[in-house]
């Protein structure tokens, strides 16, 4: 049985990874942070308690920004492979937040890959880096298009994409990282745009609110389905070399694009109900992001499925189900066309906090 270590276990791509994982047989272990309230929502549906045989899940309390914890607990696991999902995540939170987001998403990651180093585990490291590192560098973005950050999490998460690739060539680690563009689901986080858009068309319909605020809608994003993305990140452990990947659909589509279609499928006119407010709009905007993942197409045999509009269909449908109202049921329907399991929005519990 091969052992897996996820930091980030309890977000959207590591809650995704772990039922993945789980479901190969996979013994699976997760970094949380401590906190006065549980996070873990989005595994409660996976989680059994450890003192019942047959455990396969387990979850250990710790914080990228401690580094004895983080050799700790690589040593105590020794897992296979370690999926480096942990970071603050939010784009324009990362301004407000400089010098915390460098230290848990760029030193966090180092701390990791010096415990894999000085452990000797052999375990092979997946570094989850992001489109944004791009930045202003012209579309569609390959893995041989410059970096060009412009946010304080896309500098932080350049420097960790060229520590792995320093571990990598200088210590031979098995380290690979996939940079991923936008990819959601009804799990991503309530403030993030998506999920936002759709999360308001629920509450909207449901008469608890009757504005929306948002800052640039004309900024055009590559956005996938998370479910497909982290089978991706599986794969990319799976090769005989460590190597990084551009994962995307190969589509742009600006913010205003994704609210239409939401608004239009859930029987609203977006003009009505959304404001802007200055304060969404970052001080660097990245105007444009589409993938060129032709390499992980050829080299994986790896490519999204999921469309765009059903993509926000999904999400839609997801969020009135938590609001207790009746969906048009579309997004549901495009996952049975994939062969994709049912919308978990049993996981959504409306009024709390993605993480």
Known sequence: MKKALITGITGQDGSYLAEFLLAKGYEVHGLIRRSSTFSTSRIDHIYIDPHEPMVKMFLHYGDLSDSSQMTNLVYSVKPDEIYHL????????????????????ALGTTRILEAVRQSGVGARFYQASSSEMFGSSPPPQSEQTPFRPCSPYAVAKVYAYWMAENYRHGYGLFAAN???????SPR?????????????????????????????????????????????????????????????????????????EAFEYAGLDWQEHVKIDQRYFRPLEVELLVADASKAKEKLSWQ?????????RIMVDADMEAMGLKPPGEGKKALTRHGMNPIDSALIKPGTEGS
């Not at 970071?87 to 407000?96: G, K, L």
């Open 178 to 184: 996939g940079i991923l563009f936008n990819h959601e």
């Open 304 to 312: 999204p499925r999921v469309t765009f509009k059903e993509l926000a």
């Open 86 to 105: 942990g970071a603050q995540s939010h784009v324009r939170v990362s301004f407000d937040t400089a010098e915390y987001t460098g230290d848990v998403v």
């Open 188 to 260: 991503r986080g309530e403030t993030f745009v998506t999920r936002k858009i759709t999360r308001a068309i629920a509450h909207i319909v449901a008469g608890k609110e009757r504005y929306l605020y948002l800052g640039n809608l004309e900024a055009k994003r590559d956005w996938g389905y998370a479910p497909e993305y982290v089978e991706a990140m599986w794969m990319i452990l799976q090769q005989d070399d460590p190597d990084d990947y551009v994962m995307g659909t190969g589509e742009a589509h600006s913010v205003k694009e994704f609210l239409t």
